[in-house]
């Protein structure tokens, strides 16, 4: 049996734990919450719900043991074709006109005949980031150049970015910081950087006031939702959204005496109790040993990746760890910050716990990217005999 492990579980094998123990604990919190869904999606039972959410956790791990055995220097070369066919994607979702309440909730492309919906931002904000690795590779000893930086890294992050803000502003601000933070650790000149997010932030000024003062030229924006949230989240005299309150509520109650597995009260009443306000649940039903555990599992995949980032011997193996593993951390991070309301409300998922299949499977594809490179990890003594291999190989040539 462990023969069998490991010659299929490859790379990292404290993080394949991690995404294990995180996988088998989502049952819990998603089998209390699902009794939310069967009244809020108006069909399936709680053993249905259930029984799809096994589907996806194993379609997901089907992923990572798929994904971990590519070559991950092939990813970069993928990216470029899918930032492409991912803005297209992006530009006919947003096209397709989908409202709620005369805002622009544009985020769903469903796929024909099997009935499974996507969220084309998940799959652009990946390849995009990607995409950047690359490009901070390809470009690390080259002198900078403005028509370089401009049409192969401002223009797609700004068409990317642009395409996902009218529908989903939290994740394209998010999308955003983690381009901003990738190119820092890239070692792009802090010059150019500073112009980028410069020019960045007058962009989005630009559409929020045209959004606000002149509807009728971008209609249907969710720009007056998120000027609620935020107006709520800084008022003075406290007052919150429902969603939060009630989130709060559940964590407060858990901290004084946590309910027990399956035992939420607040459950019934939590909008999004199985998604984006899950660690309320968590904390309802566990308690302070719930919250302790799923940001203690968190910080370690954290450490981990950036164990891997620092072992791996080549710069885009480096860079491609960082693309991929700040969106699980920081979505992670985000999530239970809503739910404490220490963050306005932005409707991110808990990795690999909330239910749900897109942001699910996006996170799987980030951790089987990760332990592609943990794959290639090499000791020092294996590093140094390729250098002499490689010089001996230079000194035949010239002779």
């Not at 904000?125 to 390809?138: E, F, K, V």
């Not at 996170?363 to 000791?379: A, D, M, N, P, R």
Request: proline letters at 4%; a positive charge.
């Amino acid at each position: 049996m462990r023969n069998i492990i490991q010659n299929n579980l490859k790379g990292d094998k404290a993080l394949w734990a991690f995404i294990i123990l995180l996988a088998l604990f989502s049952f819990l919190p998603v089998y209390s919450a699902s009794s939310n869904l069967v009244y809020t999606v108006g069909s399936g039972t709680v053993l249905s719900h259930m029984i799809k959410h096994a589907g996806f956790l194993l379609g997901g791990l089907l992923i990572i043991f798929f994904v971990q055995r590519f070559d991950y220097k092939w990813f970069g070369v993928i990216a470029i074709f899918g930032v492409f066919i991912t803005s297209i994607i992006l530009l006919f979702t947003a096209l397709m006109g989908t409202t709620i309440e005369g805002a622009n909730a544009a985020r769903w492309l469903s796929i024909p005949g099997i009935g499974v919906g996507i969220q084309p931002s998940v799959l652009a904000s990946q390849a995009l980031l990607i995409y950047i690795a690359r490009y901070l590779t390809i470009n690390r000893n080259k002198q900078p150049n403005l028509q370089n930086i401009f049409l192969y890294l401002f223009l797609p992050i700004v068409v990317v970015v642009g395409l996902i803000l009218p529908a989903n502003g939290s994740t394209a601000l998010m999308l955003l910081f983690m381009c901003g933070i990738l190119l820092f650790i890239g070692g792009f000149p802090t010059k150019y950087l500073l112009g980028v997010g410069l020019v960045c932030g007058i962009l989005i000024g630009l559409f929020i006031y045209v959004a606000l003062y002149f509807p009728d030229l971008i209609p249907n924006t969710r720009v007056h939702t998120w000027m609620s949230r935020i107006n709520k989240f800084f008022n003075d005299e406290g007052v919150e959204g429902y969603q939060v309150l009630r989130a709060k509520a559940a964590i407060a109650k858990g901290l004084v005496e946590m309910a027990g597995p399956g035992k939420s009260v607040f459950k019934q009443t939590l909008p999004q109790s199985s998604s984006d306000f899950i660690f309320a649940i968590i904390v309802e039903e566990y308690g302070l040993f719930g919250a302790l555990f799923l940001i203690g599992v968190f910080t370690f995949i954290l450490y981990r990746i950036c164990v891997i980032a620092t072992k791996i011997h080549t710069i885009f193996g480096t860079l491609l760890v960082f693309a991929v593993g700040m969106p699980i951390i920081i979505q992670a991070f985000v999530n239970m910050a809503v739910a404490v309301s220490l963050f306005p409300v932005t409707g991110q998922p808990l990795p690999l716990i909330s239910y749900g299949g897109t942001s699910l499977w996006m996170t799987c594809i980030s951790f089987g990217v990760i332990l592609s490179v943990s794959t290639k990890i090499k000791s020092k003594e294996e590093i140094e005999l390729e250098k002499e291999l490689n010089s001996e190989e230079v000194i035949e040539d010239i002779a």
